[in-house]
């Protein structure tokens, strides 16, 4: 773990609790988040890519104590979050924001997109009257949208442009590290570059660094510094962007890379299939956690859930096929 990372995280578990019968009993837990440690540096652009379901939406709201973690710690700056009271979480708050996946749900209807867009100023007393005007009308300019769409309300935009709108609100504040959960999944795919070279752009003019939340590996090929491969709630291989597009390991982002369409028929790529749908986080199996749906299974897989094997110093991956 890097201690001058940005973000800090170390054994994050987050299990929510199954709760039945008139006197709410906890039968059992959900265990969205299992034991995971990752670092984020200044400025740098790290990948979580997997399935629905397999945690990570969880894993960065958990991040930014949007949920609380059931155990771990989680650092930001060198500062310990989960130990701030509500008064020094308001504040650190300015400094740590999030695009949500769908610009049509994460809106408010009611709100015209200036009013949208400064209200974190008017949260946080960072603005107000022709000062936060102002500053509204700077960010719309940075995400490239004219200033005339401060007055709009959100069903008057198309999906794009939405989430323009979201972006200028996540960055307004000037945070150093935002997660961006499926920003431009929701999105046609002509508008999808589009919004992945704005953030990009932004990364840049504004020293960000984002936590990136994908299930294709394909989107996010070309703007993340590093990708992590999740799982039902653990971390399966991770690796330099360059390295892991090169140097597929896991059999399960194998799988995840042989799920994107290709142009070229003839494309010569390791294939590995799957089937089915992942086990259930309430009663994952024992060993490792993909040997279910794993045509490379072993005994030992059953059984043992492998430890991290270092193919190189930036690349690392949870496989008994490499022990």
């Known amino acids: 773990m890097n201690n001058k990372a940005l973000v800090n995280v170390e054994n994050l578990k987050k299990y929510f609790p199954i709760e039945s019968g008139v006197f709410s009993r906890i039968k059992g837990y959900v265990k969205a988040v299992d034991d995971v440690s990752l670092s984020i540096g200044s400025g740098e652009i790290v990948g979580m890519v997997g399935e ?14 949007l949920i609380k973690p059931t155990s771990g710690n989680i650092t930001f700056n060198g500062t310990s979050i989960l130990s701030l009271d509500k008064a020094n979480m308001r504040e650190m708050r300015k400094h740590m924001q999030i695009i949500f996946q769908n610009p049509y749900s994460s809106l408010n209807p009611r709100l015209t997109v ?41 069903h008057e ?43 990009i752009d932004l990364k840049e003019e504004l020293k960000l660094s984002y936590l990136f939340i994908s299930h294709d590996l394909s989107v996010v090929e070309y703007i993340l510094d590093r990708v992590m491969v999740m799982y039902l709630g653990k971390i399966v291989e991770s690796a330099t962007s360059e390295e892991l597009y090169k140097n597929l390991k896991h059999p399960y982002t194998i799988a995840l890379m042989n799920a994107v369409p290709v142009a070229e028929p003839t494309d010569k790529r390791d294939k590995i299939i799957i089937s089915g749908d992942p ?34 110093p930036s690349h690392f991956v949870n496989c008994h096929l490499f022990d």
């Open 52 to 65: 629905s379901g397999c945690g990570k939406t969880t894993l960065g709201r958990t991040i930014l104590r």
């Open 114 to 154: 200036g009013d949208a867009i400064g209200e974190g100023l008017k949260i946080h007393r960072l603005a107000n009257g022709k000062t936060r005007i102002s500053k509204v009308k700077d960010i719309l300019d940075r995400v490239g949208l004219p200033y005339t769409y401060a007055e709009k309300y959100p």
């Open 157 to 199: 935009m198309s999906g794009g442009q939405r989430q323009r709108v979201a972006i200028a609100r996540a960055i307004i504040l000037n945070p150093q590290f935002v997660v961006c959960d499926e920003p431009v999944s929701a999105l046609d795919v002509s508008i999808q570059s589009q919004i992945l070279n704005l953030l």
């Open 279 to 312: 086990p259930s986080p309430v009663n994952p199996p024992e060993g490792c956690r993909f040997h279910p749906r794993c045509p490379q299974v072993m005994d030992i897989c059953r059984k043992v859930f492998p430890e991290t094997i270092s193919i190189s």
